[in-house]
């Protein structure tokens, strides 16, 4: 499967110091993209304020902003706790973290891309404004979003008559989908390998990109067991050390799963 343009870009911007727009347009070009979707996909980023270009085409180079640094520090400490679930370091306390949206009527807008952000953190919706997640979720947030919120934890929730937690997780968060979603991890695992193993690095980010966008990373004791995605990850963490091995200082996200 080719990647996605932002994907190829994302990967390869160090989160400190800067790579050059020759090493983005070579390397996706090696994995089957054309320079215009590359092109298009750096200008949204820097329209975003993720990312700073320095100089024009493939003599440019580019470089994440703070907030850029920040979003993808806030990525990978996501990461690497699904890491440490999946390695048997991270067991769940047991607790559920509420969080409750409190944005006045007039900032509708603020209010909504909040929920969307509540969503792709994971969060299930329980009420109206009414966020849950086994995990705390306030270091995967700004700090400009976690002023609109109201935080709480809970040993014990009941959602429309049920508290058993295994209950609840399918009730939330249904195992189903989120299987499905990881059939694109399991392809790119079966692929023959790029001849490059930085393209085969960055086709495995996007392939783990993919898969852990439907994701909520619940911890493994409210997940069915054997659990396919955790498999498919190990696998995947695997193959993705071997790569780092190989490639040396060319590696993407160096040292991501050491923390």
Do not use: F, I, K
Request: hydrophobic residues 45%; charged residues 25%.
């Amino acid at each position: 499967m080719t990647p996605a343009p932002r994907t190829v870009v994302e990967a390869l911007l160090p989160l400190r110091g800067e790579v050059g727009l020759d090493v983005v347009y070579d390397t996706a070009n090696a994995c089957g993209l054309q320079d215009q979707p590359v092109r298009l996909a750096v200008r949204r980023l820097v329209a975003a304020g993720d990312v700073q270009q320095r100089g024009r085409g493939r003599a440019g180079s580019l470089r994440l902003t703070a907030a850029g640094r920040a979003r993808v520090e806030r990525d990978l400490l996501a990461l690497r706790l699904v890491r440490a679930q999946d390695a048997g370091l991270a067991p769940w306390d047991g607790r559920w973290h509420l969080l409750a949206v409190s944005v006045e009527e007039s900032a509708r807008s603020v209010r909504d891309a909040l929920r969307r952000t509540l969503l792709a953190a994971g969060a299930a919706p329980v009420s109206t404004g009414l966020y849950v997640s086994p995990h705390e979720l306030s270091p995967l947030l700004a700090a400009t979003e976690r002023r609109h919120l109201v935080l709480a934890a809970a040993d014990r929730l009941e959602v429309r008559g049920s508290a058993d937690p295994l209950a609840l997780a399918e009730r939330l968060w249904p195992a189903a989908p989120v299987d499905r979603a990881y059939d694109a991890l399991a392809a790119a695992l079966a692929s023959p390998p790029a001849a490059d193993p930085l393209v085969q690095q960055v086709r495995l980010a996007d392939a783990l990109e993919r898969s852990v966008r439907e994701d909520p990373l619940l911890p493994p004791e409210l997940r069915p067991r054997p659990w396919r995605p955790a498999q498919l990850r190990r696998r995947w963490y695997a193959a993705w050390a071997a790569l780092d091995g190989q490639l040396g200082e060319r590696a993407l996200h160096r040292g991501w799963m050491e923390g």
